[in-house]
């Protein structure tokens, strides 16, 4: 079955980055775009970007550019997300989400889910 | 950027209630709208996709409808288990947006 299992939390101080892993399990891991969502206290969900594992080519949303790297490891079926410069407004549960679509362009919707990440900034 | 809008907020229901939630895009989004249901503590779970398609092993009892800017996720009759958080999500540009949800409560 499809699995994607995230890192644990983090306590980070503000002006430090962060590095969240998602491993992935029960699918060809190339085959299908991950996106990074965020989710703050008591708020609806954030699109971060995308990332394709196949070719290493990703896409931020326009807010998190320059503050956000996206990468993976094939030999270990994982992606990652970096995060720089990490203010408070950035504590939030950060998840990677699988694209429905297959070998293909993004769908730009998510069929499977980690388990989710809590990183807190505080000083 | 799309915004979504979701109303309402929230809402109080009873088991075996009929639950409407609306929501509606600041543009044209064609079909390209998704719903999604969220449980305290758990990653949100796909529920509707384009706008009017049942997601494998999603109950029958979820329905959606809508095209344009105007869309509306129904229950038709709540169960226990659909107590939860709901949101609305396009992908007919990126950024992605998500509307703000609402909140089912007994």
């Known amino acids: 079955q499809v699995q994607l299992v995230q890192s644990g939390a983090e306590v980070k101080k503000p002006g430090a980055s962060v590095t969240v892993s998602c491993r992935a399990s029960g699918y060809t891991f190339s085959g299908h775009h991950i996106h990074w969502v965020r989710q703050a206290p008591g708020q609806g969900p954030e699109w971060m970007g995308w990332?394709?594992?196949?070719?290493?080519?990703?896409k931020y949303a326009q807010r998190f550019q320059g503050r956000v790297t996206m990468t993976r490891d094939l030999s270990i079926s994982s992606a990652y997300l970096e995060l720089s410069s990490l203010r408070s407004d950035d504590t939030a549960v950060y998840y990677c989400?699988?694209?429905?679509?297959?070998?293909?362009?993004?769908?730009?919707?998510?069929?499977?889910w980690g388990q989710g990440t809590l990183v807190t900034v505080s000083s | 950027d799309i915004q979504m809008t979701q109303s309402p907020s929230s809402l109080s229901a009873s088991v075996g209630d009929r639950v409407t939630i609306s929501c509606r895009a600041s543009?044209?989004?064609?079909?390209?709208l998704y719903w999604y249901q969220q449980r305290p503590g758990e990653a949100p779970k796909l529920l509707i996709y384009?706008?009017?398609s049942l997601e494998s092993g999603v109950p029958s009892r979820f329905s959606g409808s809508g095209s344009g800017t105007d869309f509306t996720l129904t229950i038709s009759s709540l169960q226990t288990e659909d107590f939860a958080t709901y949101y609305c999500q396009h992908s007919y540009t990126t950024p992605l947006t998500f509307g703000g949800g609402t909140k089912v409560e007994i």
């Open positions: 543009q044209n989004i064609r079909t390209y």
């Open positions: 990332f394709n594992p196949n070719s290493g080519d990703a």
């Open positions: 989400a699988r694209d429905r679509n297959y070998w293909t362009a993004p769908a730009n919707y998510f069929d499977f």
């Open positions: 384009a706008a009017s």
